[in-house]
């Protein structure tokens, strides 16, 4: 058999995108063999425009018929689609803002690069995977590449701890992950494919097993470490404020799409039968994700801290999309993620700078940043009062859209508690910009007075400017031009077949269902 | 709904944004600058808004006019639909001129002056949005939009406490929009047609305890921001706190985006529910009006006590809502151009004193009138339009309320003749703060006070802002159809369906819901026939 023919049974070309971002990482690798240190002017670029001609080839599958491919175990449809190339953008947004962190801190920039594109395969493949083996090697392979970067600045302690606490707690979550999926193996009778899972499981006469909730719940486990939930979330501000911030940046975005990727598609898929408890529990965990993630960011005095306790109230607000299951739901989290993508980054971004000018990420240490640094306090203020959901910003509009589609499932009770989280929310963000633009020259911090002169011209201050301005943008504008990126978000809902084959949750709240009734999606499409 | 017409509503929301864009990049020698293009940007955007006026308005006409509707986010059903009618059309005025005044007072910020008027314009649109919107879903974007720069202005150009007074400024509007929301969903998801048109929202007919849920989220919402009595701590420290400029805008603006709120979503959306809870709000307009004149009186911080007495004179507005006559109704739009117009004089006017003698407390002051005597004449007539002097604005406003509401058919006698009992006490108790205070700070003996070297008078541009204000002021009080005019048509046919609701409830006694507070007694069909005519 020769290999186009072998190719073409295989629908390899499912996979394209995945491999240019791994002949990518190659040439990465190798050109650093040969060139030595001085690669590092020009691998940075190679790895951002490997990941911006993935996505490119993303989008050119837009429109596939054939997305199932090497036989059932990856499947490119829609809605995987969309969640490949948030993550491969988060990467290459990741990787212009880390290069002068990486120069600064005086370890090498290729490997950091090379283990960052591996990261972002793997989780590229987990977007797409359709099989339990699929699922749990890609997920290994986000995951060994988050705790090598979490470590990558091997001289400092602090690098080191969060290395191994995450090490530790992600390889016990992969361990309960990987005893579900084996519960799951059992139950079904020895299938992996996930579309096929269900039914063997119902002819094995086993749909009302109770393995199969014990299943669940270890899966739920895994998915909900990766996506950092309360109350699997202790990983997270220690990770957060000992890792390098570029990785943060990335493991708060990209690792994060990749768990609510992993997330739809298998409790969609593998876990229909127990669609009530999976929404119950994750109804759950949403709850406490806003709830504990908004109070105790109230307060953090380390700015790290303060985006790792966000972060996790916003894998909260995100949730609500995902059990609400109607394609409102689903699109609403596919575009909360696509602004969150750029808000958060673009926060992590203004991070980034502060800390290489100052060596600091204390809050109190941005007081008057304003008169020093105007586009840097301009910069972070509209990514954080984005993140609170402050009109006109793009995660305005994200909120709006996730609580619209909540109220229209039925889900009052989320829906308010997270209006009212995102209130509780506004006061750290706001206490952020108000430390940076209202503090009076003589309240001005000792870090801010020491404030450098801005050297445009280091390695590395450039692509880090580029992408302030970039997300600057975005997260300006994407709000109020917001049509395309909502064609894009319902589009893969709609394209999804997985998606479409479900029933949405069933309204919990009972009072007077009669009067809410669900309008349907047509008459909402005006 | 596609117009053909130059759109411009839109122009005028938009106008203020995009001049707030370049100010970043325009060069400030010495502040000047960036000041003369924000007031020129406000003094075009006030023009343009008088001449579009001017042009489209139709007094006579009750409905919405200079309609616009274009698809935003069809996916969420997010419409920029904006259409202006009597209720707003006023009050986008209002907005405008008090907005432009403010500029053109905000001369003295020397501390990041682009940040500041940034803010101020985008505040302007955001003013002007909130009146126009037609979409309750734009409703709630243009209210959100204002709390930030709102929360800015506070917290860098205040005075000693602004931190704290602008935390709480956010947190309470905030949690407070968030029912502006929820009703928004809950009443777009009702029934089977999804809509957040205002119009079609009104239309729809919601049952009676559901339209009270809605009306009560409403009330929390727009009582945060009016005041209404336990819900206003807010505004003392707020307005006491934020600079002068902002002040102005706060009490002669922001106060009324809740007035319109109360009218165009309790009254004009929720008419079914408005007769079971109009009496709450007669209630709550005769506490807030006592507590806080009571509580004005003693204030020693000047600007303190114009915020309670700000507190007092909405009380007003909430009396006239709760009238169910045409004549309250439009005393209650009248005491809100009013008192937007008076409360900018007099917060402009204190900022004026403060400026000179850094001190807002009156035990502090006292003898200015002879070195300051423009100020103190200017002062004086705000005052006096504060306290309902006839001729003035304010008079014709609290009159027209107190008649609407002693002709009003739905109450029983005891219950108006406590309630305008009450209301006039209040009338009696604002000439005691307010004159209190004119002679605390103005009258007296120079020596008793702390001396202030060099107190200069009002320059020729402070008289002039406050003239702007007064001679409206005075306008509207000899002359009051220059103010009702503009609304009458709307108020009237407001009046009616508030009236329809109330007969509404007069065919139905045997209610399915209990009464919040007392069933307003309900006037016989012979009357009803006789107020048709």
Redesign the interface.
Known sequence: MDFANLSAQLNAGAILPEGIVIITLLVTLVWDLIVGRSSTKVTPYVAIVGLLIATGTLFLQWDTTEPISFLGSFNGDAISLIFRGIIAISAAVTIPISIRYVEQSGTSLAEFITILLTATVGGMFLSGADELVMIFVSLETLSISSYLLTGYMKRDPRSNEAALKYLLIGAASSAIFLYGISLLYGLSGGETRLSAITASIISNGLDESLGLVIALVFVIAGIAFKIAAVPFHQWTPDVYEGSPTPVVAFLSVGSKAAGFALAVRLLVSAFPLVSDQWRFVLTALAILSMVLGNVVALAQTSMKRLLAYSSIAQAGFLMIGLIVGTDAGYSSMVFYLMIYLFMNLGGFACVILFTLRTGTDEINEYSGLYQKDPLLTLALSICLLSLGGIPPLAGFFGKIYLFWAGWQAGAYGLVLIGLITSVISIYYYIRVVKTMVVKEPQEMSEAVANYPEIQWNLTGMRPLQVSIVVALVFTSLAGVLANPLFNLATGSVSKTPMLQATEPMTPVVSQAPEQLPMPTVESVDL | MMSTQFPWLTVLILLPLVAALPI?LLPNKYGRTVRWYTLSAGLIEFSLMLYAFWQNYDLNTPGFQMVESY?W??????NWSLAVDGLSMPLVILSGLVTTLALLASWQIKD?PR?FYCLMLVMYSAQIGVFAAQDM?LFF??W??E??PV??LI??WGGQN??YA??KF??YT??GS?FI??AA??MA??G???TFDMQALGDKSY?VA?ELVMYGAFLLAFGVKLPIFPLHTWLPDAHSEAPAPVSMILAGVLLKMAGYGLLRMNMEMLSDAHPYFAPVLAILGVVNIVYASLTAFAQDNLKRRMAYSSIAHMGFVLIGIASFTTLGVSGALLQMISHGLIAAALFFLSGVTYERTHTLSMKKLGGMAKQMPTVFALFTAGSMASLALPGMSGFVGELSIFLGFTSSDAYSTTFKAVVVVLAAAGVILSPIYLLSMLRQVFYGDASEAVAIPGLTDAKPREAFIALCLLIPIIGIGLYPKLATQTYDATTVALTTQARDGLSTIARQPMLDIELPFMAPTVLGTEAQAHLVD
């Open positions: 970043p698809p986010i069809p996916q969420i059903g997010l990041k940040l879903l974007l243009m959100e939009l709390l930030v929360y800015l917290a860098n602004r931190l602008a935390t956010i947190l905030a949690a968030i929301l929820v969903f809950a998801f009702y089977g047609d999804f049952s559901f």
